[in-house]
């Protein structure tokens, strides 16, 4: 297998410090005393010019004096000196350099100068830089634990399969040692600091392809390259590790200008969340959920369906259990009457069909709780089994014999999720980790983690990588269209729609009244007046559409009250005529809309239109480029698209239109994504047969 480019961060066979120190408790002491108290057993190297001996290593004055080759170097010196310290591991070759060192981009402009001197100096040289500013790197089965952070002192973490990826060091040593903490085994760590040049999308790409990793834990803080951090996504998904992010801190894109009231709406928080379901990731919201899912998934299997079996000794947490199974997506279906007949043989006093609960008097029966679990586990397809034991845990004289038989259940069934509820000791709790069992003392927290890894294997079945074709050749209708011109008039906007299949009313721009007026007789009343103008977007803030014009006069009058509305308005905008279009009363109205995002690029936006969107804020996004199963897929995940689809007698829509319409507009960003800054199709009237777009603001970037 090719080696991955962060592979001798993780993995060295001799390290050296720069600004090494003899006291363990600074800075430049740290990382020497962990390494060697971890039990590191590669070679270290003290470089510290006033010392022969650090922390009883021997020392060496410069890189230079240090006999043969060496792996990786730390930076722990302050900033001023840090590029010299740069230049001497380029001298000596040392490919893979970690620097710890603060003062930098973070500080001040001339911190930020020397950053990019440092990261200009590395890429020539082919010499990767993790940080600045960074905490450094915990590698836990070989003992690397290059780093200073201070929740290593009194922690020690055990190996396993959760791996940490952060940009904030305090983050994820806050993160870790909690993990530490509740005992959960650990791959990797990495804090990517000032991100010079490695970052942590490029960590998660290499824990994807880490052996050693099973659930890959990540804080952002921003994001540099959108189409980066998706292909990662889909590497880990791809190798069945479940990728739990957390998005701290105020993203580096910033709110984008609301160019479209589609821009608006979306804000790059939303569309980040978008990006995570369609690579198959989970944003936790919490670094206690995060720490549930990797703790759930890192013990067991992947859960093969939704669907769970709950015993409870309780009925009253049944019910609170089957409350957040519904919260969190996971199907508590009812046991078949043939099972309930065979459940009551084993419990006579059950009560339930799912939750079952066999209330506390399941005590009074030999093996009831194990032979019940493998009666359910066999007879059912349910890929978990929630068992609350109230206080059992906490009595050894009862537990111990019943772990046993659960340890039992766990290796004849290894493909099932058997998730304990109840209170542990630290001690009990170790002995069913060890049998390859899982406990939450919080029956809400359990649901949660479990209904995550439900919807994360969900999202693996359908992953949109919302990737360009490379292979895709750009068709660009003959239309008349001046990107520089920044926004197009309603009527050019739908004009160029229209060759990408958005379906148009006829229509007529005038220019005189007897224009007006000679196009609605054309067209056939009633019909709408609107101002045309690539200057004022959003009409109707100021009147500037009248609707349900009856006849000549009626068009004659709305034009003069247009024209002159327009040009009452401040800055003089460039006013080209009056559009007159049938009046269209029928059908339901939704919104379509292209936001460009600045990190991952086109997304397609869906919502019904009124309240729906500017109240609730009911909308939806999809990375471009869009199937017809995809585009399908985007409509139903507005609540209110129940509406299209026959809603309380009410004739279905013409989904089928809409969803060509979406299609239209994937294939129109792809191939105007260098000059587009968004869309507006608002509305878009869906009929019975048909659709109709009935008004439309196409922004173009100026300066491109």
Known sequence: MEVHALDPFFNPRSVAIIGASSDPSKLGGRPIRFLRAAGYAGRIYPINTRSETVQGLQAYPTLADIPGEVDQALIIVPASAAPDALR??????IKA?????????EESEEGR??????????ARHGVRLLGPNCLGIVSVRNRYFATFSTALEALVPQPGGISFATQSGAFGSCAYAQAIQRGLGIARIVATGNEADIDVTECIDFLASDPETRVICAAIEGCRDGNRLRR??????????????????????????AATHTGAIAGDDKIFDVVCRECGAWRAQSI???LDIAYVRSQLAEPANDRANIITVSGGIGVLMADDAERHGVAVPAAAPALQARIRGIVPFLVGVNPLDTTAQIGAIKRGIPDLAELVIQETDCATLFLYLAQIPCDPRRFVPLLADLAELRRKYPDRLLVLIGPSDDEMRRQLEAQGLVIFSDPGRAMRAVGALCEIARRRASLHPGLPDPGRRARRPDVAVDPRAGSLNEMQAKRLLSEYGLPV???ALCRTEAEAVAAAQRLGYPVVAKIVSPDIQHKTEFGGVVLDLADADAVRRAFGALMGKAAALPGSPRIEGVLIAPMIRKGTETILGIHVDP????????GLGGV????FRDVAFASVPLSPARAEQLIRSVKASQLLFGWRGRPAQDVGALTRALMGLSDFAQDWAQVLEGVDVNPFVVLDEGAACLDAVVSCNAAS
Do not use: D, N, Y
């Open 288 to 290: 206690e959920e995060m």
């Open 232 to 257: 990662a996504l889909l590497k880990a998904a791809a190798a069945g590790k479940p990728v739990i992010l957390m998005k701290v801190g105020s993203s580096a894109t910033g709110q984008q200008a």
């Open 505 to 507: 009313p006829p229509e």
């Open 88 to 93: 001497a591991c380029i001298a000596k070759g």
């Open 97 to 105: 350099v970690q620097v710890l060192s603060s003062g930098f981009a």
């Open 599 to 606: 990190i991952f690029g086109p997304m397609v936006m869906f």
């Open 612 to 615: 729906a969107v500017e109240l």
């Open 113 to 122: 100068l020397r950053q990019e001197e440092m990261s200009a100096l590395a």
